[in-house]
């Protein structure tokens, strides 16, 4: 019986070089000389640091600028508040990965709302899709590229 997995992955490897790329192009910037501003990756956060909320978001349009030539969606990422502590100024970006429970339900509704004949079941951070036709699966795929979840959403394993 065919099937696909729905997933939401972020290439770590793309993102480290993006980031590579920020940090060269914020140290050769003219408006950014002698700021010592830097972007460092934990895991899956970002950090970035600068003299100012508006260096900070310069080098957000940077970052994004950067992640999206190297096939990296931005909408993975979670921005949050910029924080300043003394004479520097702070904010964290978070790379959202995997499809958790709550964005799965969501994605499970969607495809039973649109009648299509398969079945959808959630698991742990995918959800796997079958049905008895490639086509229907292929309507499936075509429906949840269109719907905004939020999150971007690779289709990987299809098999006949």
């Known amino acids: 019986m065919p099937s696909f997995d729905v997933v939401s992955e972020v290439d770590m490897h793309e993102v480290t070089n993006a980031l590579d790329q920020a940090n060269r192009e914020v140290a050769t910037r003219f408006d950014f000389k002698g700021s010592e501003a830097c972007y460092r990756l934990d895991g899956s956060d970002v950090t970035m640091e600068a003299e100012s909320e508006f260096q900070l978001k310069?080098?957000?349009?940077?970052?994004?600028?950067?992640?999206?030539?190297?096939?990296?969606?931005?909408?993975?990422?979670?921005?949050?508040?910029?924080?300043?502590?003394?004479k520097r100024a702070f904010q964290r970006l978070t790379l959202r990965q995997g499809v958790d429970k709550e964005l799965a339900k969501k994605i499970v509704k969607l495809i039973k709302d649109g009648k299509f004949k398969v079945q959808a079941a959630i698991q742990g951070e995918k959800v796997r899709v079958t049905g008895k036709k490639r086509d229907e699966l292929q309507r499936v795929i075509a429906m949840l590229r269109e719907a905004k979840v939020g999150l971007p959403l690779q289709f990987e394993n299809f098999r006949e």
């Open 58 to 86: 310069q080098m957000l349009d940077i970052l994004q600028t950067k992640l999206t030539r190297r096939g990296v969606d931005i909408e993975c990422l979670e921005i949050h508040e910029p924080e300043v502590r003394g």
